[in-house]
């Protein structure tokens, strides 16, 4: 789906390289390690920034990190100039409204390195806000590189061009996607998905189960409708409905909510609102703390927002139902320059349509519970069905499954190296 800071607050980067680019930087020598600038435009790349550290730490202790991130960055040291949070924006009529706020943000950091040079940036995805960012500092001769490759392959090619100009290493997360950036003369690295490394391949469900009070028998589904207001707005109220109807079809039905924090007493005034209840020994829906890992691993299904999640769901092999709605506009500019014909990366990366998709008008609260209850039905074609997906979500698991952090930092190296000479 659409980025954080989109195309409509994107300037015109300035082509090409410094002539003067920094020292190169080694694992040993007389630096105790690099110093980096990251920005990390939302929970996901939270977390993808937070993997990378750990491989920058390892490589280099003494390496420092400053800029834009949450929390998993804060846990390696990360010195957060901002919150991701402010950057957790998705759409080309909602980020209208954000639109000063983050230009603002991102001129006041451009202002921030060209004065006080990092070693070398990285864009963590986001890339309507970080392409131009980092094509003006690789002018400025900072090394430039860009983790989670945009995805041309799926929809705006045309962005193809500015991150040749704007990045001199792409840091890729899926197998397919460096040949694809070699036929443009872009540098990329394959350092495998790092949440699938975290995910385990085989998950516990009966201890997730016991860890959020959930009975051992009894099915369950987690309701992820995303991070975002915009989501929450758009999103959260269809599957609670759904949950509704789902819970009058199976009264045996559990749910559970992951929240964030920023969103955590809207989700809860919308729940109240529902006819689910909240309370008592065996309540029909939890409203959890974060936790959306432990959430899918405890789940027997989920019904979930487009985004990164849904690869979470895949990497936890669960059935799942996906469901974008967002402002007609913003769908209608998407859709003129979408190349595949499915949203959901699950899809996308199995190259089929192997869980459905419901969109916009589709998604009603009837249809999204008719969907959901399919993969739960007690019947031999439903469980040939879900044994099925999860044979193909496991091959997709050991295929992202690579030391990221180590991968990544011998990139970085190679980068400042190659840059330098």
């Known amino acids: 789906m659409v980025d954080a800071a989109q195309s409509a607050m994107s300037g015109s980067p300035r082509p090409g390289v410094s002539s003067q680019p ?41 390496a420092t990190a400053s800029g834009i991130g949450g ?7 990360f010195d957060a100039w ?10 080309y009529v909602e980020v209208l409204r954000h639109y000063r706020g983050i230009l603002r943000i991102r001129n006041q950091l451009r202002e921030r390195l060209l004065r006080d040079k990092p070693d070398v940036f ?30 041309i392959w799926a929809w705006r090619p045309g962005r193809i061009e500015k991150i040749k100009r704007s990045v001199d290493h792409v840091l890729c997360i899926f197998p397919f996607e ?23 391949v ?14 051992h028998h009894g099915p369950v589904v987690a309701l992820l409708p995303g991070s975002r207001g915009s989501e929450i707005q758009h999103i959260a109220p269809r599957f609670l409905a759904a949950a509704e109807r789902m819970k009058q079809a199976r009264p045996g039905i559990r749910f559970v909510l992951p929240c964030v924090p920023a969103q955590r007493d809207t989700l809860h005034a919308l729940a109240r ?105 007690d019947t031999a074609v439903a469980r040939d069905k879900a044994n099925a997906l999860r044979q193909r979500f496991t091959a997709l698991h050991h295929e992202l499954r690579r030391d990221t952090g180590r991968l990544a930092s011998d990139a970085l190296e190679t980068v400042c190296a190659r840059v330098a000479s």
């Open 178 to 200: 460096p040949a694809l950036l070699a036929k443009h003369g872009i540098p990329a690295t394959y350092v495998g998905h790092p949440l699938a490394n975290v995910i385990p």
């Open 202 to 215: 085989q998950p516990d469900q009966a201890a997730a189960r016991l860890a959020l009070g959930l009975p």
């Open 82 to 91: 901002w919150s991701s949070d402010r950057l957790a924006v998705r759409g």
């Open 22 to 62: 920094n020292t190169p930087i080694h694992a040993t020598g007389g630096r105790s390690g690099p110093r980096l600038s990251l920005v990390a435009g939302e929970t996901s790349g939270d977390l993808l920034a937070g993997l990378l550290l750990d491989g920058v730490k390892a490589k280099w202790p003494g």
């Open 273 to 377: 609102a529902s006819r689910l209840s909240l309370e008592g020994p065996e309540p029909d829906l939890r409203l959890l703390d974060g936790q959306s890992h432990t959430a899918l691993a405890a789940c027997d299904a989920t019904l979930i927002a487009s985004g990164t999640a849904t690869l979470e769901a895949a990497l936890f092999k669960r059935p799942m139902v996906i469901a974008y709605v967002m402002n007609p506009l913003t769908l209608w500019l998407m859709r003129r320059q979408q190349l595949q014909p499915w949203v959901g990366l699950p899809n996308i990366l199995c190259n089929d349509r192997v869980v459905p998709e419901l969109i916009q008008q589709e998604a009603h609260p009837q249809a999204l519970a008719d969907a959901t209850l399919a993969w739960l039905d």
């Open 122 to 151: 990285i864009g963590v995805d986001a890339p309507d806000f970080n392409l131009d960012l980092e094509a003006d500092l690789r002018v400025a001769g900072v090394r430039t590189v860009h983790f989670v490759c945009p995805s």
């Open 71 to 77: 929390p998993h960055m804060a846990q390696r040291g």
